[in-house]
């Protein structure tokens, strides 16, 4: 009784007692905690063992404490993280614990605090990959599991976690999706590279024994610097095979390089010779060149001429033999002006004195008697006898009758000339005058009489004869015309002078006005074209009324002109502007979307700044018109280049299914489908018939691979070409991609499970027929959906609208509305076909001139761009990034309705919805790139 007296309270038999004396023990006494840290451990109240572990402040005493095979740990692993989270420094606390703790200790501790930023650092400093996958499993943030998940590496692990996340865990599935994908694309690089190296080893042991050729260094050289790229590793197999065949190969091209060294030698031979050829040639060359400047008039200067010949002669004949057939040519040109030069001189006096005899006859009366084109005949063949060579001085004989021929020519030309001109000019002077009796101007028709008169006085022979009976003719009917016509005149013109007088107070508009005016004043200059008496009165009076009735005409178009003006001017720079922009851009490697977005905004600029002027305007519309032109003939080129490179793409595939070595013709066939994801796109018509075709003989190819593989490596290979395909089919549920490949993925993998279905395990099928069930379930509801009598309405009826939106907008004379809509028979009142008829309406509206065209177009952009963000949204694409922000205040505006979406998969019908949402947007067609943008959209979800 009385031991227990004295005995201490926190030994006391009551816990309420034991807890309250622990409350007054501290750590800092070693005492006090060799007492504390017995009671937090095997004190048999959870309570107490509890507040002797929260009277423990020490962390180092916590962290012995927790080492202590019988303590609890998860109190003190709470504690400690409690502390973690309370800590002004933590990072200070997470090193020291770290240091002291193993790391599964850690991640219990770390997990415990809200820091995600201790999270990473953890998590990052982990090695064990079974820790990472628990961590990525756990109930912990998605960021931290992330980051768990981002750092395991092991291949057994990954696919485990795969499977394990694949239903409940969307965001750890697609990493470790991806994860296993990048492994998988390693392996097949890394065995592409040995594949390579493979077929290096191959090709240099082929030209080691092969024929020679005239690359073979040039290859071997390449094949060599291939080989020494490669790691260790991957030539390893190969390396010493490889080093004999490479040693042949640099002897053989050693005594290749011998060989063409004396070819090389007797070349040099021949060009020395050929190089003496060139020196000779140019000698006779210069003695030719001297020759024809000199005059050879002396019999020992012809002698010397005579002996040069027969010097180059002898020269040429030591080298004939070597020369080229270029040099023998020169050489017989060269000989042969030398001849003539020699001719030449023996017979330049017998040529002289001829020409000295004629000239001498010009001076006779016969000679003069000639024409001026006989006697020219006649200076001329003389001339052409002579021959005298041009670089020789022409005598004065020679130059007289250069003299002559010149004087003869120009009298000639002279005579030609002035009867043609007068000829021509009474002709068209008769004309003329025809004309004008024909119209009844009688004042002009009788100056021009005049004038006609004097034109006949200047024209000689018989030609003049039917020129004047042809101007009796018409004087006649001048004479006729001025009898009657003074009569008519004078009450037409004061008509017009009442008519004008009326719009002077008349009220319409100035446009209309001006144009009245115009008439009138047209009809006056018309009658007083064949007024014979012209009253100034009368004129006065009309003139008088004229410029009254313009009056308000002038103020309005004052105004109209300078709006016009400015219209004009920023056409101008639109206009400049796009004409620098495409003359910079490089159409072979520049980004021709982007050209056409540019291209689609500078046309909705040119149509904003109307009206203008209608000379200047249309002329720079055409110009305007061939800049676009230009741009879409580049864009025709480059889609058109694109569907020739799949054209081609397509017939090498057609080529590989009839191939012998099917497994060289499947890698082909790898390749020959990079190229058609580099070639680009082309026209929308085609891209998907011709993807269809190469498709169909990859698949024939790749089926031949396939039955000529052995049974476990296809039954192997049919199991993960299945789980591939069922892996595709369950993302269509997240979201709806591709639907018409996946269908054709279907049909090719039922027919796989039918080929392979004894080899294949009951889960893997049902695996894949409930994901395939999945899509089908999807595509048939979208077909009943499409195939709907009010849907095909809707369509139909757009397509109407979309005609004279056409119309409208290429600004040419269009039928009238009602034809248009001729066939127009909507009836539903459900909320799309309301818009197809409000879509109508605005149309109309436009066509009437009721509204104005660029709100509407700016508008159909700002609801079309909102259907591709929606659609893009949905589909769990990215936007461009210019609409980035768009999409932020789209999502932010419809914050709560995108909560309840996500937790809803997006289907077909919603897609097709969307689609048809367009069909109500007016001028929906008129912004290329964002219809282009959104027919890309439904294309990647149906095709």
């Known amino acids: 009784m009385l031991s227990n007296f004295f005995k201490p309270k926190w030994q006391h038999t009551n816990p309420v007692i034991r807890l309250n004396a622990v409350k007054s023990l501290s750590d800092e006494s070693n005492d006090q905690y060799l007492i504390l840290s017995g ?35 998860s109190a003190i692993e709470t504690r400690l993280a409690h502390e973690l989270s309370n800590d002004s420094n933590p990072h200070a606390l997470f090193e020291q614990l770290s240091s ?66 694949k239903q409940n865990d969307k965001a750890i599935y697609r990493i470790m999706r991806d994860k296993c994908n990048e492994l998988r694309e390693h392996t097949k690089q890394q065995q592409a590279l040995r594949d390579r190296a493979m077929s290096i080893f191959e090709q240099v042991t082929s030209l080691s024994k092969g024929e020679w050729f005239p690359l073979y260094p040039a290859k071997f050289e390449a094949l060599s610097q291939e080989w020494n790229n490669f790691s260790p590793s991957v030539t390893q197999e190969f390396q010493q095979p490889f080093s004999d065949a490479y040693d042949t190969c640099q002897k053989r091209i050693q005594t290749i390089a011998a060989q063409e060294a004396e070819k090389a030698q007797e070349l040099l031979n021949m060009k020395l010779a050929r190089e003496k050829a060139d020196t000779i040639l140019q000698q006779l060359q210069d003695f030719t060149t001297c020759a024809e400047a000199t005059s050879y008039s002396q019999q020992d200067e012809i002698a010397a001429l005579t002996k040069a010949q027969e010097s180059f002669q002898h020269q040429w004949a030591s080298i004939s033999n070597t020369a080229s057939a270029n040099q023998l040519k020169t050489y017989n040109q060269l000989t042969q002006a030398l001849s003539k030069i020699h001719s030449h001189a023996l017979s330049a006096d017998s040529k002289l004195n001829a020409v000295s005899e004629f000239l001498s006859s010009c001076e006779q009366n016969s000679f003069k008697k000639k024409t001026v084109q006989e006697q020219l005949k006649q200076a001329n063949s003389i001339l052409e006898q002579t021959a005298w060579p041009k670089n020789l001085e022409r005598p004065d004989v ?84 001025k009898d009657w016509q003074g009569y008519a005149v004078t009450p037409k013109k004061e008509q017009l002078c009442a008519d004008m007088e009326g719009l002077i107070n008349a009220e319409i508009l100035p446009q209309e006005k001006a144009k009245k005016i115009k008439q009138l004043q047209q009809q006056w200059k018309l009658l007083d074209a064949t007024d014979p008496f012209h009253s100034q009165a009368i004129w006065k009076r009309f003139k008088t009324a004229s410029d009254k009735a313009y009056e308000p005409c002038e103020v309005y178009f004052s105004s109209q002109n300078e709006s016009r003006r400015y219209n004009l001017q920023q056409k101008e720079l639109i206009y400049q502007e796009v004409a620098a922009y495409l003359q910079q851009i490089d159409w072979q490697a520049g980004d021709w979307r982007a050209v056409e977005q540019i291209i689609q905004a500078a046309k909705q600029e040119w149509r904003r700044f109307t009206p203008v002027d209608r000379n200047p305007g249309q002329a720079l519309q055409t110009k305007f018109n061939k800049l676009l032109l230009d741009a879409e003939n580049h864009f025709q080129a480059l889609k058109e280049d694109s569907m020739a490179a799949k054209e081609k793409l397509i017939a090498d595939a057609q080529a590989l299914t009839t191939a012998d070595d099917i497994v060289d013709a499947a890698e082909q066939a790898k390749k020959l489908q990079k190229n058609w994801k580099e070639c680009g796109p082309t026209f929308h018509s085609q891209e998907r018939k011709l993807w269809k075709a190469f498709r169909v003989h990859c698949d024939i190819i790749f089926q031949r691979l396939h039955d000529q593989t052995p049974s476990r490596e296809a039954a192997y290979a049919a199991k993960v070409t299945l789980n591939q395909v069922t892996d595709e089919l369950a993302g269509f549920e997240d979201a709806p991609l591709h639907t018409a490949q996946k269908i054709e993925s279907i ?29 089908e379930q999807q595509t048939n509801a979208l077909q009943r959906f499409a195939e709907h009598t009010d849907n095909h309405q809707l369509q139909e009826h757009s397509a109407l609208c979309d005609l004279l939106e056409t119309h409208l907008l290429d600004n040419s004379a269009t ?76 999502q932010m505006q419809r914050l709560q309705k995108a909560l309840e979406q996500q937790q809803q998969a997006v289907n077909l019908i919603d897609i097709k919805k969307l689609e048809f949402e367009s069909l109500g947007i007016p001028f929906r067609k008129a912004n290329e790139s964002l219809n282009e943008r959104f027919q890309d959209l439904i294309n990647t979800v149906f095709n």
């Not at 107490?48 to 402040?57: E, K, L, P, S, T």
């Not at 109508?840 to 509206?845: C, F, P, Q, T, V």
């Open 747 to 775: 049909t090719a993998a039922r027919q796989l499970v039918e080929a392979f279905k004894e080899s294949l395990t009951a889960k893997d099928i049902e695996r894949f027929n409930k994901a395939a069930n999945y899509v």
């Open 815 to 890: 039928e009238s509305k009602q034809d248009f809509f001729e066939h127009w028979h909507l009836q539903k009142n459900t909320d799309l076909h309301e818009k197809i008829r409000n879509r109508r309406s605005l149309i109309e509206s436009i066509a009437s001139g009721e509204s104005e065209l660029e709100p509407l177009l700016s508008n159909a952009d700002k609801e079309l761009r909102e259907i591709c963000i929606r659609l893009e949204i949905a589909l769990n694409l990215p936007s461009p990034s210019y609409d980035q922000a768009l999409r932020m205040e789209y």
């Open 398 to 481: 020679l130059q007289q009758l250069d003299s002559a021929i010149t004087k003869l020519t120009s009298e000639k030309q002279l005579l030609t000339q002035k009867s043609l001109k007068i000829t021509e000019k009474l002709r068209l002077q008769l004309a003329q005058l025809e004309r004008l009796i024909e119209k009844g101007e009688v004042k002009t028709a009788e100056k021009e009489s005049r004038k006609t008169i004097e034109l006949l006085s200047q024209i000689k022979g018989t030609a003049k004869d039917n020129f004047e009976q042809q101007y009796k003719g018409l004087n006649t009917r001048i004479e006729e015309l």
């Open 39 to 73: 009671l937090a451990i095997r004190d048999p109240d959870v309570n107490v063992r509890q507040a002797a572990i929260a009277q423990i402040m020490s962390i180092n005493n916590l962290i012995q404490l927790l080492k202590d095979p019988d303590a609890n740990s």
């Open 100 to 165: 002291k703790l193993e790391t599964t200790v850690m991640w219990r501790i770390i997990s415990q605090t809200p820091s995600q930023e201790l999270h990473a650092t953890l998590i990052n400093n982990i090695k064990d990959q079974s820790l990472l996958v628990e961590v990525a499993t756990s109930s912990s943030p998605v960021h931290t599991r992330k980051i768990a998940a981002e750092r395991i590496s092991t291949p057994a692990l990954l696919e485990q976690l795969l499977k394990a996340t």
